[in-house]
C-alpha cells in the first residue's frame, strides 16, 4: 500500500486524498483487463513507451478524458520514439504521427501520459505529438495533418469531446506551461476541418 503510506506522510494533502479516491480501482478484478500491445486506435502501430514516461490509470473511469493536446516533435518521427522509449526522458505521449501519416501508440489511452507538463492535464487530456519543426511549415504535411486529424476524431467520437478549439488544444495553451508547439505554423484552420470532415 505504498499510495496509503504516502498520504499517511502527506498528512491527508490535496494530492493524497486524490490518490485515495482513486484507490479502489487498482483492486484486481475491477481494473479493466489489458493485453500487450493492444491499440485504442486501429490506424495505429504499437510501439511501447518506457513505463517510466507515464503512469497506470483507469480512464475515462478515473479521470475524464476531454482534452486532445496537440504538440510538434522539434524532431524527427524516430527521435520521439528512441526518447520516449528511454526512461530518463521522464516524457512522453501516447502517440506519434509521422510526415507520411503514419501513427505509432506508445501508451494507453486509459493510462497517463507526462505530455502537458501540467498534472491536471495529463490526467484529462490524450496527447498527440507530430514529427517536424515549430518554425518549419513544410514540415506540417498534407498526409500528417489528415491522418492525425482522424486519430482527433475518433478520440473525440470515442469519449463524446466537443470538436472545438477549446477541447482540442495546443501545448502551448496548457495552463503553466513554457512549451510554446505547435507553434504559429501550424494550421488551425486546416487541422480542424479535417477534424470535422473526418
Ligand atoms: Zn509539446
Known sequence: MLIGGAA????????????????????PGVAKPRKEGELD??????????SANWRRADRPDDYTIDRVVIHVVQGSYQVALKVFRDPGHGAAS???VRKDGHVAQMIR?????????NREYNER??????????????????AMYRSSARLTADICRRYAIPVDREHIIGHVEV????????GTKWDWDRYMKFVRDA
Open 94 to 96: 501516447h502517440y506519434v
Open 175 to 182: 495552463p503553466g506551461t513554457d512549451h510554446t508547439d505547435p
Open 109 to 117: 489511452e486509459l493510462d497517463v501520459a507526462y505530455h502537458a507538463g
Open 41 to 50: 486506435y486501429a490506424g495505429s502501430e504499437w510501439v511501447a513507451a518506457s
Open 125 to 142: 487530456s490524450i496527447g498527440i505529438e507530430h514529427e517536424g519543426w515549430v518554425d518549419n511549415a513544410a514540415s506540417f504535411t498534407d
Open 8 to 27: 499517511a506522510v502527506l498528512g491527508g494533502g490535496v494530492l493524497a486524498r486524490e490518490e485515495l479516491g482513486h484507490l479502489w480501482y487498482r483492486v
